[in-house]
């Protein structure tokens, strides 16, 4: 079965860190790029940042909004990806889902999606 | 920075009925990168609509994706109950690499 499987949120201070974890199974992890979604109570979706294959260097990208404080990683060995998330703000309060970006040809989208797990940040 | 703007806001119709979606962008995209997704509450998004035409694996043929350049649409042909949810539209910018989602309609039931 194709599935992505977020862990590792929970309630963490303002400053504070926490690191999410993204299992995968059932399709070729280590030939896909792997991104971050979050989604605020009520609210819309943003692209919080991906890491490539190792066939593209492991290459990473953020968004504005967490450039510099979140980093993702990857472990091919193990079907796994991170997100690193440090000096946590108020608003980076959110579900963060874990999805897979899939190229087709010249063509690509998130194709597969996990079930999220949620973050909170608050004193 | 490409933001993406969807009309309306919410679409309030019956089932049976035919629902289009607006997506338009602040300047082109690629059709290539432009796909649509649907979520019901509590639940995370799916894949409809990528290379702003093509349907994914497994989305009935009543889904369908047209435009280009800098607008696009998703047409619903006839609305059926499991289809109130809402609507994302995203794109995919090159350089620098960003990946941007639309504000969302959402489309309930009249």
């Known amino acids: 079965e194709v599935q992505l499987v977020e862990s590792g949120g929970g309630l963490v201070q303002p400053g504070g860190s926490l690191k999410l974890s993204c299992a995968a199974s059932?399709?070729?992890?280590?030939?896909?790029?792997m991104h971050w979604v979050r989604q605020a109570s009520g609210k819309g979706l943003e692209w919080v940042g991906r890491i490539r294959s190792k066939a593209n260097s492991y290459a990473t990208a953020y968004g504005a909004s967490v450039k510099g404080r979140f980093t993702i990683s990857r472990d091919d060995s193990k079907n796994m990806a991170y997100l690193q998330m440090n000096s946590l703000k108020t608003e980076d309060t959110a579900v963060y889902y874990c999805?897979?970006?899939?190229?087709?040809?010249?063509?690509?989208?998130?194709?597969?999606w996990g079930q999220g797990t949620m973050v909170t940040v608050s004193s | 920075e490409i933001v993406l703007t969807q009309s309306p806001g919410t679409l309030s119709l019956s089932p049976g009925e035919r629902a289009t979606l607006s997506c338009r962008a602040s300047?082109?995209?690629?059709?290539?990168?432009l796909a649509w997704y649907q979520q019901k509450p509590g639940q995370a998004p799916r894949l409809l609509i990528y290379g702003a035409s093509s349907r994914a694996t497994g989305i009935p043929d009543r889904f369908s994706g047209s435009g280009s350049g800098t607008d696009f649409t998703l047409t619903i042909s006839r609305l059926e109950p499991e289809d109130f949810a809402v609507y994302y539209c995203q794109q995919y910018g090159s350089s620098p690499p960003i990946f941007t989602f639309g504000p969302g309609t959402k489309v309930d039931i009249k």
């Open positions: 300047q082109s995209v690629s059709s290539n990168y």
């Open positions: 999805t897979r970006f899939r190229q087709y040809g010249e063509i690509g989208a998130f194709d597969i």
């Open positions: 059932g399709f070729s992890f280590s030939g896909s790029a």
